[in-house]
């Protein structure tokens, strides 16, 4: 009788020390994922599959804004003409001129490339350009252009994607890609190298925001 209680016992204490093991740990797996609102231009799509990846090993949930002022983190390529906040560099790119693979276009001196934008190059080509606020089109204009005037013929894309199917499917086309929404079926005549990729906060980050940012410097 007596094995029999001790027995009795001890599988008790083992019963109870299992279900306190198991509320204990209940709430860390229960608990609600933090969310951070993200404002990401077209052009850094590639970097905003990245930070869905690393949200999902900070057990965060992305969801997009479309106003910068609302957003943890703002990812964009090259640097603001005025910063005011936190900026961390989480990769480069390059800014590429780009034509149709079948224009006569070759490789292009600054001069130019910057006349050809300007419109006093050959007037069978179309030139395409993005909206003057795109973060694309700031680092075009401050190292091709350099305070010039793209030319009023030129047609704006709306996005890089739009951008690369022009590229590959109208001749004597010319454009501006980043390297990443590079095409084979298109090449490149002029490059602007080391451009920084930036995130972007409003405040110092910590906690999951600064878990994520170091993530994507990784």
Same mark, same amino acid.
């Given at each position: 009788? #007596?094995?029999?209680?001790?027995t009795g016992?001890?599988l008790?204490? &083992?019963? +109870? /020390?299992f279900?306190?093991?198991? %509320? $204990?740990?209940?709430?860390?797996?229960?608990?609600t994922?933090?969310?951070?609102?993200?404002?990401?231009?077209?052009?850094?799509?590639?970097?905003?599959?990245?930070?869905?990846?690393?949200?999902?090993?900070?057990s965060?949930?992305? #969801?997009l804004?479309?106003s910068?002022?609302?957003?943890?983190?703002? &990812?964009? +390529? /090259?640097?603001?003409?005025f910063? %005011? $906040?936190?900026?961390?560099?989480i990769?480069?790119?390059?800014?590429?001129?780009?034509?149709n693979?079948?224009?006569?276009?070759?490789?292009?001196t600054?001069?130019?490339a910057?006349a050809?934008?300007?419109?006093?190059?050959?007037p069978?080509?179309?030139?395409?350009?993005?909206?003057?606020?795109?973060?694309?089109?700031?680092?075009?204009?401050?190292?091709v252009m350099?305070?010039?005037?793209?030319?009023s013929?030129?047609?704006?894309?709306?996005?890089?994607?739009?951008?690369?199917?022009?590229?590959?499917?109208?001749?004597?086309?010319?454009?501006i890609?980043?390297?990443?929404?590079?095409?084979?079926?298109?090449?490149f005549?002029?490059t602007?190298?080391?451009v920084?990729?930036?995130?972007?906060?409003?405040?110092?980050?910590?906690?999951?925001?600064n878990?994520?940012?170091g993530?994507?410097?990784?």
């Amino acid at each position: 009788m #007596r094995m029999l209680k001790r027995t009795g016992l001890s599988l008790l204490l &083992l019963a +109870i /020390g299992f279900l306190a093991s198991c %509320s $204990t740990n209940t709430p860390l797996a229960s608990r609600t994922p933090q969310v951070v609102s993200v404002y990401s231009s077209s052009a850094t799509q590639p970097w905003r599959t990245e930070l869905y990846n690393c949200a999902a090993e900070a057990s965060a949930v992305i #969801r997009l804004s479309e106003s910068i002022s609302d957003a943890n983190i703002r &990812l964009q +390529i /090259g640097e603001p003409e005025f910063l %005011s $906040t936190f900026a961390y560099q989480i990769d480069s790119e390059e800014i590429l001129i780009v034509t149709n693979h079948q224009s006569p276009i070759q490789n292009l001196t600054l001069d130019e490339a910057r006349a050809l934008f300007e419109g006093l190059g050959d007037p069978s080509v179309q030139v395409w350009v993005y909206s003057s606020d795109g973060d694309v089109q700031k680092v075009f204009d401050q190292f091709v252009m350099k305070g010039r005037s793209v030319t009023s013929s030129a047609k704006v894309a709306v996005s890089p994607q739009q951008m690369s199917d022009v590229l590959v499917n109208q001749p004597n086309t010319v454009g501006i890609l980043p390297r990443h929404w590079k095409t084979g079926d298109a090449r490149f005549v002029y490059t602007i190298p080391n451009v920084p990729v930036l995130a972007i906060t409003q405040s110092e980050p910590n906690g999951v925001i600064n878990q994520l940012i170091g993530c994507l410097q990784k």
